[in-house]
């Protein structure tokens, strides 16, 4: 059962709703939207080049925090995991009631200059093969230094949105393996990545396969 490693790029779209000028109008987007709106701006950060404010993961934090000026709003937008919420129509009206809270404790809207209005986006992940085949999972601590972050981000994060069972790619070829994977497979899902920007995802996985692999030779 061989593993093909993959890469991918995005392409960015409008995401088909208006755009946000003040809080009021980010709350009744984000009511609206697509979920692939939601997605994009929670989970494709990280490879988007653009993004270039890690203090905060998802694109509704950081606005908040940079043109809003509303540092209370984007803490608590910011602590906002979207892999912790069952789907995204969860995600989407915990954002809609704390924006919702939010504007209750204000005694204004705040709004941006024209210019600085939240642009909703969404994209298409365009795939494309590596050229590189695993056999078995011992390979993997010889492969994961040498592939990219796009593709890390691919088989380990955008997987979880494209697969039925919601786990990562290697973690779901792993259980095809049956015994002697378990704590690979364990190691895997215990990886809480959504904080990690893609280098620090990438090392921790070489360090978590490289840990195993080390008890496996010893």
């Known amino acids: 059962m061989p593993f093909e490693v993959k890469d991918c790029t995005l392409i960015t779209r409008m995401g088909g709703v208006d755009t946000a000028v003040n809080l009021r109008e980010l709350r009744e987007r984000i009511a609206i939207c697509p979920e692939d709106c939601l997605f994009h701006h929670f989970s494709e950060t990280l490879i988007r080049p653009s993004f270039d404010d890690p203090e905060f993961r998802n694109d509704f934090a950081v606005w908040s925090a940079r043109f809003l000026r509303d540092r209370v709003l984007a803490e608590r937008l ?71 972050y796009s593709s890390i981000y691919y088989h380990f994060i955008e997987a979880r949105r494209r697969t039925e069972s919601r786990v990562d790619d290697f973690t779901a070829w792993c259980l095809g393996f049956g015994k002697g994977c378990e704590e690979l497979i364990g190691a895997l899902k215990s990886i809480d990545f959504y904080y990690l920007t893609l280098p620090e995802l990438k090392k921790t996985l070489i360090d978590t396969v490289e840990s195993i692999t080390s008890k496996v030779d010893a």
């Open 78 to 148: 910011g602590i906002l995991n979207p892999y912790k919420f069952k789907s995204f129509q969860l995600l989407r009206e915990t954002v809609v009631e704390i924006i919702d809270d939010r504007l209750s404790e204000l005694p204004y809207i705040p709004s941006v200059p024209k210019g600085d209005d939240f642009i909703f986006m969404r994209a298409a992940t365009v795939v494309f093969s590596s050229g590189v085949v695993l056999t078995n999972p011992a390979e993997l601590v010889e492969i994961l230094p040498s592939i990219s």
